[in-house]
């Protein structure tokens, strides 16, 4: 018997254990009520604490209207949690052809709304998609 | 009268949820009073709460000089906000030759006084400016 | 003498305002004693805060078996801080070759238990390795 109390009491302590180091995050996904996309296996944006990481968004199209609605998806990734371009900290772009990205910037800094955050930008050979040209992902903070 | 009250209240509530929103953070971009570059469209140094996210900072030659020249940039970056290599967190490391850079490794192994950070390097294509070989971004905690 | 005590006084300021800005992180290398790679220079998991910054893992094939061994060294890398899949919030994968790590999701996905981070691919010219073939680096949250 007292085996058995002293197995329940690690059992316990283990579960204790195990969801004290459980973390709380929200997510969102493209209307998708799962609020991930289980198929690639990634979500859309994840928050945790007052940090935001949203995944790469993409284009086809390194123009200024590919380039408008990228950054229009992006602001409803942000949107979703009360968020807008203000609360972005940093940029990661990966884009197939830079030199296009370059010419067409001010399609993308409109967004921003002359409060630029810290920003990498590389060419990269391939995206996600083999049609792909441009892919962006950020880091935004909410207020604590 | 009520309606207008009631407009007016309104009003407020929508202005604070906004302001409360709203995020405070300190920027820094090579002796630019502007804190950024608005004709790319970034800054330098983001600072949100603790932490820092410094930009991708370049080098047009993976040499021990170039490599020297382009992490006395980072520290100056660094220590903009009172921060050393000693804050460093993590280090992105992205290349045109990686193994000129593994290489020359020694002369960035110096900055960080033998406490490294987590760090992640990968060969691209190309960087921002066609002549540039070299680019390295970082994230930095400051004590909370 | 005067001017010693002032002198004094200053080095103790100077030494307080150094240490304020010292951060406390804790790190992890596989079973190495100095935490770190000290040849590379950079630690495999290095803790901040609640935060954990995980470096790039690599795998030389991107076969279900090299998928499968690379998120195996990442759950290890997890673990030492007592966290799992369930703490990852966000995932960068670098591979030479995207398609066929799209073919061979399902080994990763196994690892995130149907709990998915936010996540961006990218295909690069080549990784710190000649032979390796799959990078992944992952940010990790604890519990406040």
Redesign the interface.
Known sequence: MKHFTLLFLTLISVTA?AQ??????EKWHWDNQLK???T???????K????L????TVSTEITPEGITNLYRALERSLNTF???F??V????L?T?D??AM?KH?AA??VF?K???????????????M?EAKL?V?L?A????
């Open positions: 254990l004290e180091k459980k973390i709380v995050t991930q996309d289980t690639a296996g990634y979500a859309q944006v994840v945790i604490d007052n940090v990481y949203i995944s790469g009360g968020a807008t203000q609360n900290v940093k940029e990661n990966y197939t830079i030199e370059k910037n993308r800094k921003y002359n409060n630029f955050p810290a920003a990498t930008w590389v060419q990269v050979s391939r995206l996600y083999p892919e992902e880091i903070h909410l207020p604590k």
